[in-house]
């Protein structure tokens, strides 16, 4: 493609509002523009790199057996009221009328819609398995847009959705998409990992989060650094043996802590440490109030008091919640006497403390000689804690390491949560009707263009991998007045699209300086620069991964470019 003939508006200066690297280049390099806050324009060079991510995304789903279908974004009220998300969904999904007043929701997401595609379609266990994908735009209506098509309200996802008459196919589907999803990121050439994640609010069980490092991600991850175990950092499981100590247990003593709220201060006050300390706090699971118990160093993690207490929503009590119950502020909480059929859980390292330090439900008032089983009793200890870096890995291989990462993929076995409510079944080899068991798998495609951009740069500019280039060759005549450079350049640029190259032409009449600048921004895996030499067939090229120069002659340039790419 000529330059002049395309559509790459390059900028010299970096645009303001943009806080990430990857988000300042696609905006400098001329590859997506903003329309307004969470919505962009692919241009030019943007949409290739996403036609390539789509190209890699769709030869991997093939190979698995899921086909690939196109749903509508419109969505139908009704349907999402079927399932109840129409009422739980609040201001993130985005809702219009038709113009007979008729309500519909522009996609988010589609379980709605292909459940109900297919309940009137797949009515027996003969026609499952079936795995059923599109590449289409989703509508969030995100509070905070950020980093560019990292976090947009409109996106571009792939997601699959499998049915299965029985559990086992269901895992086989999970497994084919676990190794199609790292299939696809390792040919991206992203550092990813996949790692085990809560559900969230859409229910099932098993399901996986598919991550690239990234100092600038949302989510932090919790990894071995010697096994391939990794978790979201609600997941990740603490395995540890806490030594019990072998002090007798004393007497209960009250003591007087004025106003000493937090754990640090009350340990200090009371000459002893945190790890001493039974840290209590109450949240409100459903519509109840349960006691949460931890060791005064350690956090606890929300999501795991939501798995222990079966809670559906889980939520810090207020500090009124708090003085209701227990007649103090929750600085002064603990589990010594708390009001009959208050359900209390505690996490592992609880059991451990001997004449430990707690509230005492009254304010600025504290226990000292606190011992777990004698002087209170739990319903149930469990893994209530956030890990720790440093703390083993669950699988018994190296230690917890902590990274952030950008979530690219997202993959959930379902089961019936969306089958049941919609009725969707299918005769199984009983003839009896059962609903589908479901899985449901994405992949935030725009989003990966800005994770792979921000993988690939320096300071220059982009360093895009050859998978994803959005041409592989830059041709860059130096200078198109000079009629050998301009010829050469035209030449070398036909020979190579002859070859089956993609190749972008610096036809411009501008300066060399413009033309270098942003042939890096640009950041090709290759360029050829038609310089001065071109009069003794030399031209000079750039490896931009590593920007090594080299010198071909005009005449090795097809075999040298057909080595470089291997094909
Ligand atoms: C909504 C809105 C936001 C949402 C959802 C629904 C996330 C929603 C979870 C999923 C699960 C999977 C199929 C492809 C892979 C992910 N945010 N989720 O359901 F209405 Cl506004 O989307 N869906």
New binding site residues.
């Given amino acids: 493609m000529r330059q002049t003939l395309s559509f790459i508006p390059t900028l010299r200066e970096t645009p303001a509002d943009a806080e990430v690297k990857s988000h300042q280049l696609l905006l400098r390099a001329g590859f997506i523009r903003q329309n307004t806050s969470g919505i962009y324009s692919f241009l030019p060079l943007g949409k290739r790199v996403l036609h390539k991510v789509e190209k890699i995304i769709r030869e991997e789903m093939e190979a698995i057996n899921s086909v690939e279908v196109f749903m509508p974004a419109l969505q139908q009220a009704e349907l999402w009221q079927e399932t109840g ?1 129409w009422y739980s ?1 609040g201001d ?2 985005m809702r219009l009328k038709d113009r007979n007043d008729r309500e519909f ?1 522009l996609g ?4 709605e819609i292909i459940t109900s595609l297919l309940r009137d379609e797949i009515k027996s266990y003969k026609k499952l398995p079936l795995t059923l994908y599109q590449i289409q735009s989703k509508f ?1 209506d995100e509070k905070r847009p950020r980093f560019g098509l990292l976090r947009g309200r409109e996106f571009l ?1 792939k ?1 699959a ?1 499998s049915f299965h008459a029985t559990p086992e196919s269901l895992d086989k589907t999970y497994d084919d998409m676990m190794q199609a999803y790292s299939n696809i990121f390792r040919r991206l050439g992203l550092n990813f990992r996949a790692v085990i994640a809560d559900s ?1 609010a ?1 229910g099932g069980k098993d399901n996986h989060e598919f991550m690239v490092l990234s100092e600038i991600g949302e989510d932090t991850i919790a990894y071995s650094d010697n096994s391939p175990y990794a978790a979201n950092i609600e997941m990740a499981a603490v395995q540890l043996d806490y030594p019990k100590s072998s002090e007798p247990a004393n007497p209960v003593e009250k003591v007087a802590t004025p106003d000493q709220k937090t754990i640090s201060q009350v340990a200090e006050f009371l000459e002893t440490t945190p790890e001493n300390c039974i840290k209590t706090l109450v949240f409100k699971a459903d519509d109840e109030l349960i006691v949460v118990l931890s060791r005064g160093d350690h956090e606890v993690n929300d999501v795991k008091v939501k798995h222990i207490s079966g809670a559906k929503l889980i939520d810090m009590a207020t500090p009124e919640d708090v003085r209701e119950l227990l007649s103090c502020d929750i600085g002064s909480i603990g589990p010594v006497n708390l009001p009959a059929g208050v359900r209390v859980f505690a996490d592992n390292a609880v059991k451990s403390i001997v004449n430990g330090v707690t509230g005492a439900n009254e304010d600025g008032v504290h226990f000292k000689n606190v011992t777990p089983g004698e002087d209170f009793t739990v319903e149930a200890y469990g893994d209530l804690r956030f890990v720790k870096e440093g703390d083993p890995s669950p699988d018994g291989n190296g230690t917890i390491q902590f990274a952030k990462g950008i979530e690219v993929g ?1 993959i ?1 076995k379902l089961g019936t949560t969306y089958s049941e409510p919609m009725k969707a079944t299918f005769l199984n080899d009983q003839g009896k009707a059962m609903p589908y068991i479901m899985g ?3 992949i935030g495609v725009s989003r990966i263009v800005a994770a792979v951009a921000e993988q690939f740069q320096d300071d220059s500019g982009f360093t895009w991998p050859n998978a994803v280039a959005p041409y592989e060759i830059h041709v860059v005549p130096v200078n198109v007045k000079d009629d050998v450079q301009r010829e050469t350049g035209e030449e070398i640029y036909e020979q190579l699209k002859a070859q089956g190259f993609e190749v972008l032409l610096d036809d411009r009449k501008e300066r060399a300086g413009v033309k270098f600048a942003d042939a890096d921004l640009i950041g090709l895996p290759l360029r050829i620069t038609v310089g001065k030499r071109a009069a003794e067939g030399i031209l000079e090229v750039k490896i931009r991964e590593t920007n090594e120069t080299v010198e071909w002659h005009k005449d090795e340039v097809q075999d040298k470019v057909r080595e470089f790419f291997k094909k």
């Avoid at 988010?108 to 379980?111: L, N, P, Q, S, V």
Wanted: aromatic fraction near 20%; proline fraction near 0%.
């Fill in positions: 998300r969904y993130e999904l929701a988010a997401t589609h379980e969030r996802m997601d959705y969230g859409i997202h959930f449901c798998y994405g």
